[in-house]
């Protein structure tokens, strides 16, 4: 369900009345049940029929077109729309851990998450960055990256969610290499065929010669793209990032191996905001998730846009088959 204080929770009461969603899968929501609830009072909206079951040990209740697993604890009852705290944050990594946990046990087929507040995490107490560290933790998942995809182009990262002056020391060719290999595998299986993919350099110009930068695109990027060309994978780089979204090479790129998490997700989101999938590679689980955030500052308001969260749970479902 994602921060009950976001639009996490009007998107889930979204997806539960969308028929043709219902109609390829059965959604399990992992939630609180007062929180949604409060939530669809708040918006003039009804509870969409579905099974209602609580927590661990979860009994799936196939018979009906949805099920939510409640997972009720004190977020609810003090809920505030557009708010973050301590027990959002503290609900949302609950329905996270349940959901995954479902999963490696094989009584789903995978996650798909709603949006949380990293803010709210840290005032939780709870130290991961973000939903791709939690999952290879819990996932026990050494080799893993993050990948934005969508119709038009896929996007994955070399570092995630760091500091700009910690991502020289955290680009090594052996982690480039691994970055290009779980694409290429993700893309193929996702389009079906051999995708074409591109490295961009880190530094403007992709370093022109090593005019710029410590020489990062000819001693640690090259290399792995040159050891990934000899073993069959389509990629070319590194070239430079400001011309690499340009119209005519996304038409002939279908996915970028980037350096660093906004170097990818400032163009992807610009272009597929509304119909983005952010997927977790490596896993031995399927996760996908929405591309967006929280949105405080619309939550509980009927603005979110279910677009992208029917475009991860389509992408789930595909790759559950």
């Known amino acids: 369900m994602g921060d009950p ?13 969308t028929t043709s969603v219902l109609g390829e ?53 003090d809920l505030v729309a557009g708010q973050i705290s301590a027990q959002t944050g503290k609900a949302s990594f609950q329905f996270i851990e349940s959901a995954i946990a479902s999963a490696i046990s094989g009584i789903t087929d995978a996650v798909v998450t709603g949006p949380i507040h990293k803010e709210a995490w840290r005032m939780a107490g ?39 002056h910690e991502v020289p020391q955290l680009m090594t060719t052996d982690r480039i290499r691994e970055v290009i290999s779980l694409t290429d595998e993700a893309l193929t299986r996702i389009l079906g065929r051999k995708p074409k993919l591109i490295a961009l350099g880190l530094n403007p110009h992709a370093g022109e010669g090593g005019l710029f930068g410590s020489n990062e695109e000819e001693n640690i990027i090259l290399p792995a793209v040159t050891s990934a060309t000899d073993e069959g994978v389509d990629i070319t780089g590194p070239i430079p990032p400001d011309t690499a979204f340009l119209p005519w090479k996304r ?54 846009d279910i677009s992208s969260l029917i475009s991860a749970v389509r992408l789930s479902v595909k790759l559950s088959i």
């Open 251 to 304: 038409d002939e790129t279908d996915g970028y191996i980037c350096m660093y998490h906004d170097q990818g997700l400032i163009p992807f989101k610009a272009l597929n905001f509304d119909t983005g999938v952010n997927i977790t590679l490596g896993l031995p689980l399927i996760r996908t998730s929405v591309d967006h955030g929280t949105a405080l500052d619309i939550a509980w308001q009927g603005k979110a």
């Open 5 to 17: 204080a976001g639009v996490g929770p009007e998107l889930c009461l979204q997806l539960l009345s």
């Open 25 to 77: 899968c059965h959604p399990v929501i992992f939630g609180d049940l007062t929180a949604i609830e409060k939530t669809a009072a708040h918006m003039g909206m009804s509870f969409p029929e579905c099974a209602i079951v609580q927590g661990d040990p979860i009994d799936l209740q196939t018979d009906a077109p949805a099920t939510f697993v409640d997972l009720s604890n004190d977020a609810g009852v």
């Open 126 to 164: 709870i130290e991961y960055p973000g939903h791709t560290e939690l999952f290879a933790d819990r996932a026990s998942s050494d080799r893993f990256c993050m990948m934005m995809t969508a119709p038009t182009f896929s996007c994955s990262l070399v570092t995630t969610h760091v500091g700009y």
